[in-house]
């Protein structure tokens, strides 16, 4: 059990009274609703306890809330409540995502872009409704309607957003995947979905490199015997030469019969199948998670109002790509009428602070990122709190891994200290989050706020009993609407129901391995498919690394069990900064760290130096892949991963046969 519980921030008595949060229950009590509970609602933490409890009443007043544009919302919420998967939202309702997301057409910047220097671009909401206008006309001439899927191969740029919105618009489907994908790790994942409208880019940089990337659209192309058009976006070159790209098109000539006029939203149901997202693929072809209008745009506008308090004119920033649900999270902020800043390239690049150049220049005020950026940047000596006026700054958002007691020190001693650091953790699963934040209440180091209101989370012992300081699985145990609508040609859902209902009846297994703390907070340990068992005592990886990256000549780290003499060993891999060699006198303060501040079978058996980490295309580091590499077993999807030449330094390492 935890007993660590150092305040490092209080949100001011003004904050809290201006939040949405004490809004919603202003709003929550004028509504009139004849329940003696609602009257005692004063604080956050007694409003999720009545949303938990009457799950259909409050996503009801949040649509309300939220101010939902449909045609219809009906009078049913929530029909088969207690089926799981099976309960369906607001079956009655027809709307549109991109209707939302585009209610706004004024002079307000809706996007801003910036790619490592090389091209800056702005758009007004008038000027994002007109381009995602002219774009819908274009697909709709191509043939694309309702319950077809367009497919992106692109950079995190507008037009990225301008051509989902277009797709969504008419009731397509939309899918992308970063331009750093090989061809193959993208045929793994549209060639499942036959898209009939392919978008390509030219190139990107990264780095302070030019990274071309015709060749991998013409080989996906070719193999994509769905594809009706191949529309190509100019980014690197101005006119990009498509004579080996069958059915192609540049943008500008796609678009330009086209004049803006008034957006024809297609109405769907609720459930209407909206974005394809995909698992990361690392055990094998990446299962393909459907995602629909309703779900995706209520949990976002909760999750961006309620916990992130996004308010119109806030401007919002995520460093992520578009293969990640990170970009569709940061896309529905125009639904709360945010300006959207976009930034595509290395966050290190030309310098380590690029990010906060960003945040100073354009006054961000809600700043996203991966828990692996801020260890970085901590590990490289920045301190943006000397460096950057960031006085606009309000928020700052973490997630993609567990978020260390140390980084959040950071946080407040380096980056700024008045700031609401919210430590968020869901996944594609459900294309939002479980637990994250809450500008009411206060941060605590190495701790994530709260759960997600609506969402009924416990954590569950082995014996599928909720457990509080204690250590357990992550559980959802009542339907929310984001849950996937299913995956993509699964019959029966047998998939889907394995994913994340074979371990608990009825119950929503998410694969976190997580601690609920009396006071309400929570600690993420790490993946319960990760978590590391010698002895038979179960350690969640992220305690490990806690302790091993803290360490200022530790990089980052690795680590896994394996199989030995009928038990498991704990193997640790460590990337050091450049120069240095791992040796006996670091082995030994590596132990005596982990030995100090955990417990003896916290201490690994064997300690490797490697030159690189392997990981996923969103930055997170697989260890699964690097236990199968020790116990020579054959990684499934090789595609999946951002640097798999990294696999080769695990690979027969003679220290691991003894």
């Given at each position: 059990?935890?007993?660590?519980?150092?305040?490092?921030?209080?949100?001011?008595?003004?904050?809290v009274?201006?939040?949405?949060?004490?809004?919603?229950?202003?709003?929550?009590?004028?509504?009139?609703?004849?329940?003696?509970?609602?009257?005692?609602i004063?604080?956050?933490?007694?409003?999720?306890?009545?949303?938990?409890?009457?799950?259909a009443?409050?996503?009801?007043?949040?649509w309300?809330?939220?101010?939902?544009?449909?045609?219809?919302?009906?009078?049913?919420?929530?029909?088969?409540p207690?089926?799981?998967?099976?309960?369906?939202?607001?079956?009655?309702?027809?709307?549109n995502?991109?209707?939302?997301?585009?209610?706004?057409?004024?002079d307000?910047?809706?996007?801003?872009?910036?790619?490592?220097?090389?091209?800056?671009?702005?758009?007004?909401?008038?000027?994002?409704?007109?381009?995602v206008?002219?774009?819908?006309?274009?697909?709709?001439?191509?043939?694309?309607?309702?319950?077809?899927?367009?497919?992106?191969?692109?950079?995190?740029?507008?037009?990225?957003?301008?051509?989902?919105?277009?797709?969504?618009?008419?009731?397509?489907?939309?899918?992308?995947?970063?331009?750093?994908?090989?061809?193959?790790?993208?045929?793994?994942?549209?060639?499942?979905?036959?898209?009939?409208?392919?978008?390509?880019?030219?190139?990107?940089?990264?780095?302070?490199?030019?990274?071309?990337?015709?060749?991998?659209?013409?080989?996906?192309?070719?193999?994509?015997?769905?594809?009706?058009?191949?529309?190509?976006?100019?980014?690197?070159?101005?006119?990009?030469k498509?004579?080996?790209?069958?059915?192609s098109?540049?943008?500008?000539?796609?678009?330009k019969?086209?004049?803006?006029?008034?957006?024809?939203?297609?109405?769907?149901?609720?459930?209407h199948?909206?974005?394809?997202?995909?698992?990361?693929?690392?055990?094998?072809?990446?299962?393909?998670?459907?995602?629909?209008?309703?779900?995706?745009?209520?949990?976002?506008l909760?999750?961006?109002q309620?916990?992130?308090?996004?308010?119109?004119?806030?401007?919002?920033?995520?460093?992520?790509?578009?293969?990640?649900?990170?970009?569709?999270?940061?896309?529905?902020?125009?639904?709360?009428?945010?300006?959207?800043?976009?930034?595509?390239g290395?966050?290190?690049?030309?310098?380590?602070?690029?990010?906060f150049?960003?945040?100073?220049?354009?006054?961000?005020?809600?700043?996203?990122?991966?828990?692996?950026?801020?260890?970085?940047?901590?590990?490289?000596?920045?301190?943006?709190?000397k460096?950057h006026?960031?006085?606009?700054?309000?928020?700052?958002?973490?997630?993609?891994?567990?978020?260390?007691?140390?980084?959040?020190?950071?946080?407040?001693?380096?980056?700024?200290?008045?700031?609401?650091?919210?430590?968020?953790?869901?996944?594609?699963?459900?294309?939002?989050?479980?637990?994250?934040?809450?500008?009411?209440?206060?941060?605590?180091?190495?701790?994530?706020?709260?759960?997600?209101?609506?969402?009924?989370?416990?954590?569950?012992?082995?014996?599928?009993?909720?457990?509080?300081?204690?250590?357990?699985?992550?559980?959802?145990?009542?339907?929310?609407?984001?849950?996937?609508?299913?995956?993509?040609?699964?019959?029966?859902?047998?998939?889907?129901?394995g994913?994340?209902?074979?371990?608990?009846?009825?119950?929503?297994?998410?694969?976190?391995?997580?601690?609920?703390?009396?006071?309400?907070?929570?600690?993420?340990?790490?993946r319960?498919?990760?978590?590391?068992?010698p002895?038979?005592?179960?350690?969640?990886?992220?305690?490990?690394?806690?302790?091993?990256?803290?360490?200022?000549?530790?990089?980052?780290?690795?680590?896994?069990?394996?199989?030995?003499?009928?038990?498991?060993?704990?193997?640790?891999?460590?990337?050091?900064?450049?120069?240095?060699?791992?040796d006996?006198?670091?082995?030994?303060?590596?132990?005596?760290t982990?030995?100090?501040?955990?417990?003896?079978?916290?201490?690994?058996?064997?300690?490797?130096?490697?030159?690189?980490?392997?990981?996923?295309?969103?930055?997170?580091?697989?260890?699964?892949?690097v236990?199968?590499?020790?116990?020579?077993?054959?990684?499934?999807?090789?595609?999946?991963?951002?640097?798999?030449?990294?696999?080769?330094?695990?690979?027969?390492?003679?220290?691991?046969?003894?």
């Amino acid at each position: 059990m935890r007993t660590e519980s150092k305040i490092l921030w209080k949100p001011s008595a003004a904050r809290v009274k201006a939040s949405h949060i004490t809004q919603f229950i202003k709003f929550l009590k004028n509504k009139n609703i004849d329940n003696k509970q609602i009257d005692k609602i004063d604080s956050s933490s007694k409003l999720y306890d009545w949303s938990i409890e009457k799950p259909a009443e409050f996503w009801n007043i949040l649509w309300d809330y939220s101010d939902v544009l449909s045609s219809k919302k009906g009078q049913t919420v929530l029909a088969n409540p207690h089926q799981m998967p099976g309960a369906e939202w607001f079956p009655e309702a027809r709307l549109n995502y991109a209707e939302n997301l585009l209610r706004q057409r004024d002079d307000q910047e809706a996007i801003v872009f910036r790619g490592e220097g090389h091209v800056t671009n702005r758009l007004t909401y008038a000027e994002l409704y007109n381009a995602v206008s002219i774009t819908a006309q274009a697909l709709s001439q191509e043939g694309v309607k309702k319950g077809d899927r367009v497919a992106a191969f692109l950079p995190n740029l507008p037009d990225t957003i301008i051509f989902m919105l277009a797709a969504t618009s008419l009731g397509a489907l939309w899918s992308s995947c970063s331009p750093d994908f090989g061809s193959q790790g993208v045929l793994d994942r549209f060639g499942q979905i036959k898209p009939k409208i392919l978008i390509g880019v030219d190139g990107y940089y990264y780095n302070g490199k030019h990274i071309d990337t015709t060749g991998k659209i013409r080989e996906i192309a070719k193999s994509l015997k769905s594809l009706k058009k191949v529309v190509i976006v100019p980014y690197t070159t101005p006119k990009p030469k498509l004579t080996a790209i069958k059915k192609s098109v540049l943008l500008n000539d796609f678009v330009k019969p086209f004049k803006p006029s008034q957006i024809k939203f297609k109405q769907v149901p609720f459930n209407h199948p909206l974005f394809i997202m995909f698992s990361s693929g690392t055990t094998g072809v990446p299962k393909c998670i459907v995602h629909g209008h309703g779900g995706t745009l209520l949990q976002h506008l909760k999750e961006h109002q309620l916990h992130t308090d996004i308010k119109p004119g806030d401007r919002f920033f995520y460093f992520t790509t578009c293969g990640w649900m990170m970009w569709n999270w940061l896309v529905s902020g125009l639904a709360s009428r945010a300006t959207l800043l976009l930034y595509d390239g290395s966050p290190t690049y030309p310098k380590a602070d690029t990010l906060f150049d960003f945040a100073q220049e354009e006054s961000i005020t809600v700043f996203g990122t991966s828990a692996k950026y801020i260890d970085a940047i901590n590990k490289l000596g920045v301190k943006p709190k000397k460096t950057h006026k960031l006085k606009q700054l309000k928020t700052i958002t973490s997630t993609g891994s567990p978020l260390s007691p140390e980084s959040f020190d950071y946080v407040y001693t380096s980056i700024k200290k008045d700031v609401l650091l919210s430590s968020i953790a869901g996944g594609t699963d459900i294309i939002s989050c479980f637990v994250l934040g809450d500008p009411t209440l206060p941060v605590y180091r190495g701790e994530i706020q709260r759960r997600g209101f609506g969402l009924n989370v416990r954590v569950f012992n082995d014996a599928g009993k909720a457990v509080v300081g204690e250590k357990g699985e992550l559980v959802c145990i009542k339907p929310f609407p984001s849950m996937p609508i299913g995956f993509w040609n699964d019959k029966e859902d047998r998939k889907y129901l394995g994913a994340y209902f074979s371990n608990f009846e009825n119950t929503w297994c998410h694969g976190d391995f997580i601690e609920l703390t009396k006071r309400g907070t929570l600690v993420i340990y790490g993946r319960s498919d990760a978590v590391l068992n010698p002895g038979g005592v179960r350690i969640g990886t992220s305690e490990i690394y806690r302790q091993v990256e803290k360490l200022n000549s530790v990089m980052e780290s690795l680590v896994i069990g394996q199989n030995w003499q009928s038990d498991t060993r704990v193997i640790l891999f460590v990337r050091l900064r450049d120069g240095l060699e791992l040796d006996e006198g670091l082995r030994t303060q590596i132990k005596r760290t982990i030995r100090a501040n955990t417990t003896p079978r916290h201490v690994p058996e064997k300690i490797l130096q490697v030159a690189d980490i392997p990981r996923t295309k969103s930055g997170k580091i697989v260890e699964l892949a690097v236990r199968n590499i020790v116990h020579r077993e054959a990684i499934k999807n090789i595609e999946a991963l951002a640097n798999p030449e990294a696999l080769a330094y695990f690979k027969d390492r003679t220290e691991l046969s003894d």
